[in-house]
């Protein structure tokens, strides 16, 4: 298997979900990553556990979400000695991650032009929440509340809405992966290293595309509709069955409408000069949602009607739970190992799924703290034990 970043070695001292997500990216791809942690509770996301999680392991759902093919490191950089070891493994590292909030990486010690001076060739990619000189820490609701998608992100009826995955973290991820990935193929041109940076709230921004593109080139704000779309119709409108079963519809063009309207025995409606094209449809939504409405109720078998809609090449799928998607979605794209109920999945969603058998499992915090300060910083056994003793590091015992 292509391992394309195999030899790297990055140092993630970032925490909670967008950091950890670019590590974990990195992982996937054969790099090294050692996931630097604060002494005492680790990365705050090992507490966040649901009801019946195990409170004896300090690895929750939440942590496993982002911390597959990672060593932990438990390391206290507010001392000075913890800030050297810090230093000691930039040296010997490709890669920084930070999520810091503006002004606590420079309170560290750990700036981008503090640590290449021991690593000159060295990739320091930041997250912050709000960029720089905003100081306010980085919450993904507070982000999506201010970009401007939870206000999208309901109906009329229900008022704003967050979305219930913190998809501004993802997001940023998504944006310093790539800014990683830019950043190494520069290195391998020139030979210098350089700092990348993103923040969620320009993440969140540069991704509202098209509706962000309706305000600035139309002047069109977008309102809360729900799942729907402002531009097409019926695209994610989703319609009910007489058993229950709720089909989303994602009706591109008006040659796809026209067979769903064969379909649901009404092919007049698929030419009805309100109806016969997108503008008319967008337009005229109002009428002809509950109309469609009424075509799907009259469907006693659901799942027969879906399968006749797919087999005609019109996109729609079926509104399902977690659990569902992942037991007939997971196996075959994401997952790997049995995915048939909780405590048994292998991994996670990955960017390299033929990686996942290969990444090591989450670390309780401190499991690594031993080996990589012995093979990295050249610390021995009697020098381990005092730095444990004097608060620097924590280890697994």
């Known amino acids: 298997m292509n391992q394309p970043l195999s030899g790297l070695t990055v140092l993630e001292p970032a925490g909670v979900l967008a950091g950890p997500l670019v590590g974990m990216f990195l992982a996937e791809h054969g790099a090294r990553v050692i996931k630097i942690e604060p002494t005492g509770r680790g990365d705050v996301t090992r507490t966040w556990k649901l009801p019946g999680e195990p409170e004896a392991t300090g690895i929750s759902s939440y942590y496993c979400c982002a911390n597959w093919g990672k060593e932990s490191v438990a ?36 700036t981008y032009d503090e640590l290449r001076s021991f690593n000159s060739r060295l990739i320091y990619g930041s997250i912050t929440g709000f960029g720089s ?26 008022g704003p809405l967050k979305m219930p995955v913190a998809l501004m973290d993802v997001l940023a991820a998504h944006h310093l992966k790539e800014k990683i990935l830019l950043a190494l193929l520069t290195k391998q041109q020139t030979g210098k290293g350089s700092c990348v940076s993103v923040s969620l709230m320009e993440a969140a921004l540069a991704s509202l595309a098209n509706q962000g593109s309706a305000w600035l080139v139309a002047g069109n704000d977008p309102a809360p509709m729900g799942s729907e779309h402002p531009h097409i119709y019926p695209y994610g409108s989703a319609f009910e069955t007489a058993d229950g079963m709720i089909i989303l519809l994602a009706v591109g063009n008006d040659y796809q409408f026209q067979k769903m309207t064969e379909l649901l025995g009404q092919p007049q409606l698929g030419t009805h000069p309100e109806y016969a094209t997108n503008p008319e449809r967008s337009s ?63 991994g996670i969603p990955t960017s390299n799924p033929e990686a996942c058998d290969k990444l090591c499992s989450p670390q309780e915090l401190g499991a690594s703290t031993d080996s990589v300060l012995s093979e990295l910083a050249g610390k021995n056994e009697s020098q381990l034990q005092q730095l444990k003793t004097d608060g620097v590091i924590q280890s697994v015992e």
């Open 75 to 110: 390391l206290n950089l507010k001392t000075s000695a913890g800030r050297q070891i810090f230093y000691e493994l930039t040296s010997r590292s490709d890669i920084v991650i930070t999520s810091y909030k503006s002004g606590d990486a420079a309170k560290l010690g750990v």
């Open 133 to 158: 000189g905003d100081t306010r820490p980085a919450f993904d609701a507070v982000v999506q509340a201010e970009s401007g998608f939870m206000h999208m992100n309901g109906t009329p009826e229900s």
């Open 284 to 346: 005229n939504r109002e009428r002809l949602r509950p109309i469609l409405a009424s075509l799907f109720q009259k469907h006693i078998d659901g799942k027969k009607l879906l399968e006749s809609i797919k087999s005609a090449g019109i996109p729609c799928g079926a509104i399902l739970p977690v659990s569902e998607a992942i037991r007939q979605h997971g196996e075959r794209n994401l997952f790997s190992g049995d995915v048939t109920g909780i405590g048994t999945i292998k």
